[in-house]
């Protein structure tokens, strides 16, 4: 792991006056930059040839005679996106005083190991906290919720037991960043399913060995958008939202009789992620989840050397009592804070008093850090 002294050091030939913020361009990209512009930065995004279009024809900045519109400043296309670990784009991004804001699909499609290990560029956020998202890895986020008591679903450790509604966690086969999850009641139908799954495509055995099975929390799902700010020490909660799945989510959509006469390819619904919306929580419960958030940070600052710094998304269930359970963690921007960009999260524009997206106030903390001198606090 880069030591953070490298890269505060590293702060000290910064023009912190024209900071720019720079990101990959996908997953939350379009909130990131739409926040920066909030706050004055100019943006610099990070783009794959293939996927370079939506950043840098439809939302690059242009000047209708004298009307601006757009919120990217510049657009670098590479062949693949981990060509910005190459050291000569590096020298770039520390020549434009880019502070580099993590988000998944950085971590995914560049390797972890370089970005603990050889990307010595400013990232906003927790470096050393990314690779928690990795399941399986020895301190993954589950790791850490269960050595410091915080509620997620009960692990199934032998599927030969499974005597509940259960769901099992998986990579899909050939959708590398998506979801391989089916559910099942037994270890018959975990049979059954998996088979058919594998038979498709969707998984693979060896995947399905590492796979992780947890019983299954009925209720609806709450992603809780919180942030930490090193500059003012406090907490907040941002916003919150929920996601649309496929084919999950065509399926629900259909009466029960027409869902049961579906045919073999259809009858097993994938949990590709492919939107999202804004939700909000009834009041009572607002403590509970700012008590997960409370006791989220508190185990990070405990077991990571910096602890958590701005951004995170406690992804979670709530059962027919009313409790949290969290199955899964981002310590970065998550990837639903596009539904709340422009407009503002509900939470963080009651407490700011103005529209405050995830990608506003991580422009807001950068800007902050910098009046107060305190831009070493706020980046890894």
Not at 216 to 238: A, H, M, R, T, W
Not at 280 to 303: G, H, I, M, Q, Y
Request: charged letters at 30%.
């Amino acid at each position: 792991m880069i030591d953070r002294k490298e890269i505060q050091e590293i702060l000290e030939n910064y023009e912190e006056k024209e900071i720019k913020i720079s990101a990959i361009a996908s997953h939350s990209a379009l909130d990131t930059f739409d926040g920066a512009k909030e706050e004055g930065f100019e943006t610099i995004a990070i783009c794959q040839r293939g996927r370079h279009k939506t950043y840098e024809k439809y939302f690059r900045k242009k000047n209708f005679d004298g009307t601006y519109i757009g919120c990217i400043d510049d657009v670098w296309i590479f062949d693949k996106f981990n060509e910005i670990l190459l050291e000569k784009n590096q020298k770039k991004l520390r020549e434009e005083n880019v502070i580099f804001i993590p988000n998944r699909s950085f971590t995914s499609y560049c390797n972890i190991n370089e970005i603990e290990n050889e990307f010595y560029v400013p990232l906003f956020g927790s470096r050393n906290l990314l690779r928690m998202e990795e399941r399986g890895e020895k301190h993954d986020y589950y790791w850490l919720l269960e050595k410091e008591g915080l509620p997620f679903p009960e692990k199934v450790e032998d599927v030969g037991e499974i005597n509940e509604l259960c769901i099992v966690k998986l990579h899909h086969a050939v959708k590398k960043l998506e979801r391989g999850f089916f559910t099942c009641s037994s270890f018959k139908e975990y049979k059954e399913k998996s088979q058919k799954l594998i038979e498709q495509g969707v998984i693979t055995e060896e995947d399905l060995k590492k796979a992780r099975v947890e019983k299954y929390i009925i209720g609806p799902v709450f992603n809780l958008d919180f942030f930490y700010s090193p500059v003012l020490k406090q907490i907040e909660l941002l916003g919150i939202d929920w996601r649309f799945e496929t084919s999950l989510d065509g399926h629900v959509r259909l009466p029960a009789d027409q869902q049961l006469s579906l045919g073999e390819k259809q009858r097993l619904p994938e949990y590709t992620v492919c939107g999202h919306n804004m939700a909000t929580l009834r009041e009572s419960l607002l403590e509970k989840a700012f008590e997960l958030a409370e006791k989220f940070v508190d185990a990070c600052r405990k077991n990571y050397e910096y602890g958590i710094i701005g951004p995170f998304c406690l992804q979670t269930c709530v059962d027919k009592d009313l409790n949290f359970y969290i199955y899964d963690v981002a310590p970065r921007i998550g990837g639903g804070t596009n539904v709340h960009m422009s407009i503002g999260h509900p939470y963080g524009n009651t407490l700011w008093r103005k529209n405050m997206s995830t990608g506003r106030r991580i422009a807001l903390e950068i800007k902050m850090a910098v009046e107060k001198g305190m831009l070493k606090e706020v980046v890894s």
